[in-house]
């Protein structure tokens, strides 16, 4: 089972839909924006952050930028 499956199935479980393709990507640039300006843990806590606070990852990958470039 690759990655997408996995999301795939993940999501069905939860009820929810999985990301587009897009999503996906930019989930994985804010993994690394958090994991490459702080700490590897940072990763999936900042993507679970985003999904708490309800904003889309394309949003959050901007955010985490200012904050990674020291605007936040």
Avoid: Y
């Avoid at 952050?49 to 470039?69: N, S, T």
């Amino acid at each position: 089972m690759n990655a997408a499956e996995w999301i795939s199935a993940f999501a069905d479980k939860l009820g929810v839909e999985g990301p587009t393709d897009a999503e996906f990507e930019q989930l994985l640039d804010l993994a690394a924006e958090a994991a490459h300006s702080s700490e590897r843990v940072a990763a999936p806590v900042a993507c679970w952050v985003a999904a708490k606070a309800g904003v889309a990852p394309a949003q959050a990958l901007v955010k985490a930028r200012e904050v990674a470039a020291g605007d936040g």
